[in-house]
């Protein structure tokens, strides 16, 4: 079945630096999320890309989806402590009913 | 809207006892879902519904029912607790438009021990 690796698994930054993690499938998706879960809190939808090469900016956080649409990337600018959580990637099956989610990147930001 | 809901918030079970997970949502959302969240290992789907009367397993199905009656409800049954079950667990629901697939939106999650 269709697998999504996300890299780091963690990472510790010290506020203001930047982050980025990175997502891979090992099918061509016909779209990527993105969620965010705070620590003891549930995933949140941050973002959804569909086109080849998309590149998507919320503020501080860039989205990209890879040319052959199967990896994507969420790069944090001057990371603030309010960044701390777990970024999740995930993609659809080939119904859209469900969603296959990476195992997520858990971000600390020291202040 | 209160959107996805589930009870209870905390739960510790014995092995070998049965327990119902309920998860409620007021969007109208067609597709439902139960996933399983241990550290490190990400969210793992176990069963997922695309209507009421439709259920279908997902990655980790093993020890647990669904059921949707109606398009509200999407509870998560556990026949037989085991340790190996203890886990958060998160209800999600979303729309389901045609071509692509929708933002899905997760319930506060259950945490369950299964001693």
């Known amino acids: 079945g269709q697998q999504v690796m996300q890299i780091p698994q963690y990472q510790h930054v010290q506020e203001g630096e930047d982050f980025t993690t990175y997502c891979n499938s090992s099918?061509?998706?016909?779209?990527i999320q993105w969620y965010k879960q705070r620590p003891g809190g549930h995933p949140v939808f941050l973002i959804q890309?569909?086109?080849?090469?998309e590149v998507k900016k919320q503020k501080r956080l860039t989205f990209q989806f890879g040319e052959a649409k199967k990896n994507s990337s969420l790069h944090i600018t001057a990371t603030q402590t309010t960044d701390v959580g777990t970024y999740f990637c995930?993609?659809?099956?080939?119904?859209?009913?469900?969603?296959?989610f990476g195992k997520g990147t858990m971000l600390l930001v020291s202040p | 809207n209160a959107g996805v809901t589930q009870t209870p918030k905390f739960q510790v079970l014995k092995t070998g006892q049965s327990m119902t997970l309920q998860c409620a949502q007021d969007m109208n959302h067609e597709y439902m879902s139960w996933y399983r969240q241990d550290p490190g290992m990400g969210l793992r789907l176990i069963h997922y519904s695309v209507g009421a009367g439709i259920t279908d397993q997902g990655e980790v199905p093993n020890g647990y029912n669904v059921s949707r009656s109606t398009t509200e409800d999407f509870p998560l049954r556990l026949l037989s607790a085991a340790p190996s079950q203890t886990s958060v667990y998160f209800c999600?629901?979303?729309?389901?438009?045609?071509?692509?697939?929708?933002?899905?939106?997760f319930g506060p999650g259950t945490r369950l021990t299964v001693l």
């Open positions: 099918t061509t998706l016909s779209n």
């Open positions: 995930a993609g659809p099956d080939s119904g859209y009913s469900t969603l296959t």
């Open positions: 890309l569909v086109k080849s090469g």
């Open positions: 999600a629901s979303s729309g389901r438009t045609s071509g692509t697939t929708d933002t899905q939106y």
